[in-house]
């Protein structure tokens, strides 16, 4: 968040960095492990669903408490869009982890890609979450 008084609900560049460079901190090392690999395998599609809702409920609950309390009906656009911004980008970065360690692959099986992106995307987003509070 931007330090700023009257921008303090917005998302700029430098939220998008941090988010970014905190989701990085646990995807990559979430994305290594075979075992993130296995779990994707074997979770039926209702629980990859469940994890997804989850993340963005736990983030949505943190981004309320940080920014947003005592604001929200005036603010409530910019509510979903920095909750939406923080797991959208942390599913990009697990996304182009997974892909760079021959993992996640969206061409060949999409749905294995998915279901390993949201495994990676739980850790990583709260990560994500927590580093753009720190400003």
Do not use: C
Request: proline share 4%; charged share 10%; no cysteine.
């Amino acid at each position: 968040m931007t330090s700023s008084t009257d921008h303090s609900h917005e998302t700029r560049l430098k939220d998008v960095a941090q988010i970014v460079i905190g989701a990085g901190a646990l995807a990559l090392p979430v994305s290594m492990s075979e075992d993130t690999w296995d779990i994707a395998k074997a979770l039926p599609p209702g629980n990859i669903i469940a994890i997804a809702g989850a993340s963005v409920l736990i983030i949505s609950g943190f981004v309320y408490t940080a920014y947003f309390r005592g604001h929200f009906r005036k603010h409530w656009p910019q509510f979903i869009l920095r909750v939406l911004s923080i797991y959208g980008l942390t599913a990009i970065v697990s996304s182009a982890t997974l892909i760079a360690v021959n993992q996640g692959n969206w061409i060949t099986d999409p749905v294995l890609a998915l279901s390993q992106t949201v495994l990676v995307a739980l850790p990583a987003s709260f990560a994500a979450t927590i580093v753009d509070n720190l400003s």
